[in-house]
Nanobody, 124 residues
Framework: QVQLQESGPGLVKPSQTLSLTCTVS??????????WSWIRQPPGKGLEWMGA???????YYSPSLKSRTSISRDTSKNQFTLQLISVTPEDTAVYYC????????????????WGQGTQVTVSS
């Protein structure tokens, strides 16, 4: 059973960098043709796909967030990370990591695995 767990600070100040880590167990992030994604949900809004790192190591980003987003991985720890620079209060959201066989995932489907999500608040 694949499990994903997000971790990182719950409070970030405006203009700083938001950094989150997703730790994966029960499966390797370097096999299986999967996209390891970051998705967020601001309060009162829908799910927004932010980007993904493919099992091959290639990265893909939402055009609206590409200039501020970086996704990387540590294969020795079976983790992948999200960095979002220059955050504002509009970046306040629940952040999820997920494994899916496709990009742009915003709705869980059979075969996908999602973390439980972590709340990040941007405030001074």
């Amino acid at each position: 059973q694949v499990q994903l767990q997000e971790s990182g600070p719950g409070l970030v100040k405006p203009s700083q960098t938001l950094s989150l880590t997703c730790t994966v167990s029960g499966g390797s992030i370097t096999t299986g043709y999967y996209y390891w994604s970051w998705i967020r949900q601001p309060p009162g809004k829908g799910l927004e796909w932010m980007g993904a790192i493919h099992y091959s190591g290639n990265t893909y980003y939402s055009p609206s967030l590409k200039s501020r987003t970086s996704i990387s991985r540590d294969t020795s720890k079976n983790q992948f990370t999200l960095q979002l620079i220059s955050v504002t209060p509009e970046d306040t959201a629940v952040y999820y990591c997920a494994r899916a066989a496709r990009m742009g995932v915003t709705t869980p489907r059979a075969g996908d695995y999602w973390g439980q999500g972590t709340q990040v608040t941007v405030s001074s």
